[in-house]
């Protein structure tokens, strides 16, 4: 994915446009610029590579102007480069686009502009964008624009400048998120709200494929029918440092610092004397037949975890699938089911389109998502949000815990639906959920030495093999995930009992593999599998709450607290992220924005 800024008003736009971006980067960082309007051209400055080389370009030479728009790339289409950057000029550079998504019949739409004249200047799909406004300008921006929408296909979140429009810019969106700032006598767009919170707390968002026209004076938004529709105003109760270290010395680290406020927020006012209280959902549990859940990544993770607990509580058949492979397989989902989705951004497009089969096969559809008013959230039938507030490290960490605190409430009220789970073990349950993000909180303070003396010493490592059962696996999943995401170690995670199966092949000496051995009921044939690699010259790091248990075949401890058993990953997921941090860290890596990936990925 991409991100998009924009400005209109009484101020500079070029040093508006590059603090938004800066506050975007993390959506994509391999190339970036602005295009800033004089009231007479539109001035175009880009450059490949982080957003300091654009500042480096633009300093001493900042396009004059107060009207702009700014983009900050992960490159789909066309290598990072300063010519695939955007903004994207028309042929006669009377217009500059900014885009987040992907024009799917670009190479139609190239031929087509191609048999008229048009020649191009990089390899983007965007750039057909800017073309086709010129190939149907004709002087009315709205009919223009209107014609370039009927002419794409895809997703996008749109900025436009045109030389003509002075002091007024054009936006709109399918698929892609975007949010309209309102200032006083200035106003802004961006793909989040964090990006322009410095300025405004005032939103509002199009909905999908209206066109929005951005002044100084105001916001007019035009819907598919070309009628002026009136907008909700939203007031953002983020907090302005929300986007800001507080003196951590990565995102990522302050992120997982705040895991215990965030589960606070997700769970406080969801247990309650009546029961689980999922905000105004009403579901069901005795009237689902099967549960599907989807997503990618870490959330397809927190989704196994998931799966583990309500099958074993609630006693539904639940069923999961890369978001990117359920859209595929033709599932065999009906209008009995539960389709959860499960996304931090709610954004990524597998995971969208995952939902979007669902919704066609006639499941009811319930996302779990972090940001407000994204666009799996708006399209779901239900969403669950996980409150995280913002997360800007590319690296998933409370994201992800604050996923897994909401499947088990999903969990047990389900259960209690279904009358499947003992009152005991309900309140037992709910009485450790209550009590996470204090022994989080503790727990994170007292895993932190061990994880930088474990990096210190396992840093070199080329490769990694995480290896669990049951729902240890689903975590040793997002244990791999963190540490090759960010430290580029090679990393795997493994069914325990799988490994035997062909892949010890690998272990050798001073391989190290990490055996998560928390769940008391398998504890015993993990560690079977962990002296099977320990007998092969394995390095084992030994993570569970039972040390004198694995000790004997372990070369080192990371030592979980008592919890309830069913909520150990979310512990294991802290002190592997610790781990996997200070690897990162002790490689020199980009933690916050690791290479090749980007926040949320809005294309397939
Ligand atoms: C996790 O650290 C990664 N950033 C990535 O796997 C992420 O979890 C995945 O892309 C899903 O993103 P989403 O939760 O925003 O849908």
Same mark, same amino acid.
């Given at each position: 994915?991409?991100?998009?800024?924009?400005?209109?008003? #009484?101020?500079?736009?070029?040093?508006?446009?590059?603090?938004?971006?800066?506050?975007?980067? *993390?959506?994509?960082?391999?190339?970036?610029?602005? =295009?800033?309007?004089?009231?007479?051209? @539109?001035?175009?400055?880009? %450059?490949?590579?982080? +957003?300091?080389?654009?500042?480096?370009?633009?300093?001493?030479?900042?396009?004059?102007?107060?009207?702009?728009?700014?983009?900050?790339?992960?490159?789909?289409?066309? #290598?990072?480069?300063?010519?695939?950057?955007?903004?994207?000029?028309?042929?006669?550079?009377?217009?500059? @686009?900014?885009?987040?998504?992907?024009?799917?019949?670009?190479?139609?739409?190239?031929?087509?502009?191609?048999?008229?004249?048009?020649?191009?200047?990089?390899?983007?799909?965007?750039?057909?964008?800017?073309?086709?406004?010129?190939?149907?300008?004709?002087?009315?921006?709205?009919?223009?624009?209107?014609?370039?929408?009927?002419?794409?296909?895809?997703?996008?979140?749109?900025?436009? +400048?045109?030389?003509?429009?002075?002091?007024?810019?054009?936006?709109?969106?399918?698929?892609?998120?975007?949010?309209?700032?309102?200032?006083?006598?200035?106003?802004?767009?961006?793909?989040?709200?964090?990006?322009?919170?410095?300025?405004?707390?005032?939103?509002?968002?199009?909905?999908?494929?209206?066109?929005?026209?951005?002044?100084?004076?105001?916001?007019?938004?035009?819907?598919?029918?070309?009628?002026?529709?009136?907008?909700?105003?939203?007031?953002?109760?983020?907090?302005?440092?929300?986007?800001?270290?507080?003196?951590?010395?990565?995102?990522?680290?302050?992120?997982?610092?705040?895991?215990?406020?965030?589960?606070?927020?997700?769970?406080?006012?969801?247990?309650?004397?009546?029961?689980?209280?999922?905000?105004?959902?009403?579901?069901?549990?005795?009237?689902?037949?099967?549960?599907?859940?989807?997503?990618?990544?870490?959330?397809?993770?927190?989704?196994?975890?998931?799966?583990?607990?309500?099958?074993? *509580? !609630?006693?539904?058949?639940?069923?999961?699938?890369?978001?990117?492979?359920?859209?595929?397989?033709?599932?065999? @989902?009906?209008?009995?089911?539960?389709?959860?989705?499960?996304?931090?951004?709610?954004?990524?497009?597998?995971?969208?389109?995952?939902?979007?089969? $669902?919704?066609?096969?006639?499941?009811?559809?319930?996302?779990?998502?972090?940001?407000?008013?994204?666009?799996? /959230?708006?399209?779901?039938?239900?969403?669950?949000?996980?409150?995280?507030?913002?997360?800007?490290?590319?690296?998933?960490?409370?994201?992800?815990?604050?996923?897994?605190?909401?499947?088990?409430?999903?969990?047990?009220?389900? %259960?209690?639906?279904?009358?499947?789970?003992?009152?005991?073990?309900?309140?037992?349950?709910?009485?450790?959920?209550?009590?996470?993000?204090?022994?989080?909180?503790?727990?994170?303070?007292?895993?932190?030495?061990?994880?930088? *003396?474990?990096?210190?010493?396992? *840093?070199?490592?080329?490769? /990694?093999?995480?290896?669990?059962?049951?729902?240890?696996?689903?975590?040793?999943?997002?244990?791999?995930?963190?540490?090759?995401?960010?430290?580029?170690?090679?990393?795997?995670?493994? !069914?325990?009992?799988?490994?035997?199966?062909?892949?010890?092949? +690998?272990?050798?000496?001073?391989?190290?593999?990490?055996?998560?051995?928390?769940?008391? /009921?398998?504890?015993?044939?993990? +560690?079977?599998?962990?002296?099977?690699?320990?007998?092969?010259? =394995?390095? &084992?790091?030994?993570?569970?709450?039972?040390?004198? %248990?694995? #000790?004997?075949?372990?070369?080192?401890?990371? @030592?979980?607290?008592?919890?309830?058993?069913?909520?150990?990953?979310?512990?294991?997921? $802290?002190?592997?992220?610790?781990? %996997?941090?200070?690897? $990162?860290?002790?490689?020199?890596?980009?933690?916050?924005?690791?290479?090749?990936?980007? #926040?949320?990925?809005? &294309?397939?």
């Amino acid at each position: 994915m991409c991100g998009i800024v924009g400005y209109t008003g #009484k101020r500079p736009a070029a040093p508006i446009l590059i603090d938004g971006l800066g506050r975007l980067e *993390y959506r994509g960082y391999d190339s970036s610029g602005i =295009a800033v309007s004089d009231g007479k051209k @539109v001035n175009v400055i880009k %450059a490949k590579g982080r +957003l300091f080389e654009l500042e480096k370009r633009i300093s001493g030479a900042s396009p004059e102007g107060f009207c702009g728009i700014g983009h900050t790339r992960w490159a789909t289409h066309g #290598k990072p480069s300063d010519e695939n950057s955007h903004p994207h000029y028309s042929r006669d550079k009377s217009f500059a @686009v900014v885009h987040n998504g992907i024009i799917e019949n670009y190479l139609d739409l190239r031929e087509f502009l191609t048999e008229r004249g048009f020649t191009f200047r990089s390899e983007t799909d965007t750039e057909i964008v800017a073309m086709l406004l010129e190939y149907y300008y004709n002087g009315n921006m709205l009919e223009t624009i209107i014609k370039m929408r009927n002419k794409i296909k895809g997703s996008y979140a749109l900025g436009i +400048l045109h030389e003509n429009e002075n002091g007024v810019f054009y936006a709109m969106r399918k698929d892609s998120p975007l949010v309209i700032g309102l200032g006083e006598n200035e106003n802004f767009i961006a793909s989040d709200i964090p990006a322009v919170l410095p300025y405004t707390r005032r939103f509002i968002i199009p909905d999908e494929q209206e066109v929005a026209v951005i002044s100084p004076d105001g916001v007019t938004v035009y819907n598919r029918n070309r009628e002026q529709v009136n907008k909700q105003i939203t007031v953002s109760d983020l907090s302005a440092d929300a986007a800001e270290k507080d003196g951590f010395a990565h995102f990522m680290l302050k992120e997982i610092y705040e895991q215990p406020g965030a589960i606070k927020k997700t769970v406080h006012d969801r247990i309650t004397p009546d029961g689980i209280k999922l905000d105004r959902i009403k579901l069901d549990g005795k009237k689902i037949r099967k549960i599907f859940i989807a997503a990618c990544g870490s959330a397809y993770h927190a989704g196994a975890v998931g799966k583990y607990f309500i099958e074993k *509580y !609630a006693r539904i058949e639940t069923e999961i699938d890369l978001a990117s492979e359920f859209r595929y397989r033709d599932p065999i @989902v009906g209008d009995d089911c539960l389709t959860v989705i499960i996304s931090q951004s709610g954004e990524t497009a597998d995971s969208l389109a995952a939902l979007r089969e $669902a919704k066609r096969l006639k499941s009811r559809v319930l996302a779990i998502v972090n940001v407000v008013d994204s666009i799996i /959230a708006r399209e779901a039938d239900d969403v669950l949000y996980t409150r995280a507030g913002p997360e800007i490290a590319v690296a998933t960490t409370k994201g992800y815990t604050t996923q897994l605190a909401a499947l088990y409430l999903l969990g047990l009220k389900l %259960a209690r639906d279904r009358e499947t789970i003992p009152q005991s073990e309900y309140d037992g349950i709910t009485s450790a959920v209550e009590k996470l993000p204090e022994l989080l909180s503790a727990f994170i303070d007292e895993v932190n030495p061990a994880a930088q *003396y474990l990096a210190g010493k396992y *840093y070199p490592a080329n490769d /990694a093999y995480f290896i669990g059962r049951g729902a240890d696996w689903s975590a040793a999943l997002e244990g791999a995930l963190k540490l090759k995401e960010i430290s580029y170690i090679h990393a795997e995670a493994y !069914a325990a009992g799988e490994l035997k199966h062909g892949t010890i092949s +690998l272990i050798e000496k001073n391989s190290l593999v990490i055996g998560i051995a928390a769940d008391p /009921a398998l504890r015993e044939k993990t +560690l079977s599998n962990i002296k099977e690699v320990r007998s092969r010259g =394995a390095a &084992v790091i030994g993570v569970t709450d039972s040390p004198d %248990a694995i #000790k004997a075949e372990c070369d080192e401890l990371m @030592v979980l607290p008592a919890t309830h058993p069913a909520l150990t990953p979310v512990f294991t997921a $802290a002190a592997l992220q610790l781990f %996997a941090y200070y690897v $990162a860290a002790a490689r020199g890596g980009d933690i916050d924005k690791p290479r090749n990936l980007a #926040k949320s990925v809005t &294309v397939e």
